[in-house]
């Protein structure tokens, strides 16, 4: 990686975690409306109301789906609730349509940043109103210093709900151990490379050795027969999963953020492969947009073109 990126992606990283920049920008009249033009490439709306059509719209053209509204370290109970509540309207929503897809969260966004018993009770309601309509929910991963009790909370729900799933960052050092306590619960497994800046102590840089990594836990999984989702854009790493058909088991599904390499994906689709795609709403977007900049430096023009001229929007209709 360039020196000029590295130092890009890092200050993107610092961004997303500065409280003041998220909340300048959410209550700036200027600023809101600016930056939404280029949030609104990987970010299906503003309300639910704009999630469900384009899901609906990807379930149609045989793509999975996982929706999640946006959010992330609530300190407010009110607004945990709230958060609840809102994730509680997704799940009936989706069940009154038959939609049997997947609903994403982080725990930090329904209390987690409050206290853990309030996450974890939050959570044991939608996991029960989820099993309800045959929804699966999948747990988000955070910041290395929240992994403990996300962790905790999730082994707690999944030995009760084998509807819940797991995000695991492959970058974590600790992800070798864990992967080795989680296999042994029912839920899904998500892997992603880790999109947080983390102490070196703690986490591997983007490299070689990483994609290794990442690759040596997908064949672990596969072995155990454990239902195990790739989140990845990496088209190294996709080929040479391809290679090693990993795509072709059954337990196995490749899973892209909304807005992210249309045309990789649906090449995966037309070749049979069981594909996904990660749909978001909300207002809280401020984070999520940092963390899609920082992924690929390069999408820093996109998001100027976006603000310019939104008509080149990528859209559903490009799947």
Request: hydrophobic share 40%; net charge negative; with cysteine.
């Amino acid at each position: 990686m360039k020196k000029t990126e590295e130092i890009v992606i890092q200050a993107l990283k610092s961004a997303a975690r500065n409280a003041q920049m998220k909340q300048d920008v959410q209550q700036s009249t200027e600023l809101y409306p600016l930056l939404w033009k280029a949030a609104k490439r990987y970010v299906t709306g503003e309300g639910r109301k704009d999630a469900i059509p384009i899901a609906r719209e990807f379930i149609s053209k045989d793509y999975q789906i996982s929706l999640e509204f946006i959010g992330e370290n609530t300190t407010a109970l009110v607004e945990c609730q709230k958060a609840k509540d809102e994730y509680l309207q997704l799940i009936e929503g989706m069940g009154a349509l038959e939609i049997r897809q997947t609903v994403s969260l982080d725990l930090s966004h329904i209390g987690l940043s409050v206290n853990a018993e309030l996450a974890y009770k939050h959570l044991i309601e939608l996991a029960k109103k989820a099993y309800q309509f045959r929804i699966t929910l999948m747990i988000s991963m955070e910041e290395s210093s929240k992994t403990s009790d996300i962790l905790d909370i999730y082994k707690k729900i999944a030995s009760q709900y084998s509807n819940v799933g797991i995000t695991l960052q492959v970058h974590l050092y600790r992800t070798e151990e864990d992967i080795q306590q989680l296999i042994q619960y029912p839920g899904k497994i998500r892997l992603v490379k880790g999109a947080f800046q983390e102490p070196i102590d703690l986490a591997m840089k983007r490299s070689e050795a990483l994609n290794e990594r990442y690759l040596h836990y997908v064949e672990q999984l596969i072995d155990a027969k454990h239902s195990i989702s790739i989140a990845t854009h990496d088209e190294v790493l996709i080929q040479e999963m391809e290679q090693r058909q990993y795509f072709n088991q059954p337990n196995v599904e490749i899973e892209m953020l909304y807005g992210i390499q249309p045309d990789l994906i649906r090449q995966l689709k037309e070749k049979g492969y069981r594909c996904k795609i990660y749909l978001t709403y909300g207002t809280d977007w401020y984070l999520y947009l940092c963390h899609r900049l920082a992924e690929y430096p390069e999408n820093l023009y996109l998001a100027v073109a976006d603000i310019i001229n939104p008509a080149m929007l990528t859209r559903s209709e490009n799947y």
